[in-house]
Nanobody, 118 residues
Framework: QVRFVESGGGLVQPGGSLRLSCAAS????????MGWYRQAPGTQRELVAR????????NYAYFVEGRFTISRDNAENAVYLQMNSLKPEDTAVYYC???????????WGQGTQVTVSS
């Protein structure tokens, strides 16, 4: 199986911004709906944003609506998450994956840590 590779996380103050990137090998990613998930310590992994194949329709969890923007570049086999107006409760490890997860040959990567703190 092939793991996704997430990057772009870090430590940021409340109200700040980060842009996460997800890279995947292979050429078939464009046919899948993709999502960004997150998992905070002691909680279950949750879906925060999704983007469809084809038209690229996006949907967001209510707690990130209006602050986060998901996008994809099928030519680069990449998915992005622009995060603005970050809050301490956004602190988590962020992962990308297909929706449902682990379709095709892909599986969970190591994720990228986002910490929002003053």
């Amino acid at each position: 199986q092939v793991r996704f590779v997430e990057s772009g996380g870090g430590l940021v103050q409340p109200g700040g911004s980060l842009r996460l990137s997800c890279a995947a090998s292979g050429s078939m990613l464009r046919i899948y709906t993709m999502g960004w998930y997150r998992q905070a310590p002691g909680t279950q992994r949750e879906l925060v944003a999704r983007i469809s194949s084809g038209w690229g329709t996006t949907n967001y969890a209510y707690f990130v609506e209006g602050r986060f923007t998901i996008s994809r570049d099928n030519a680069e086999n990449a998915v992005y998450l622009q995060m603005n107006s970050l809050k301490p409760e956004d602190t988590a490890v962020y992962y990308c994956n297909t929706i449902p997860a682990n379709l095709g040959d892909w599986t969970w990567g190591q994720g990228t840590q986002v910490t929002v703190s003053s």
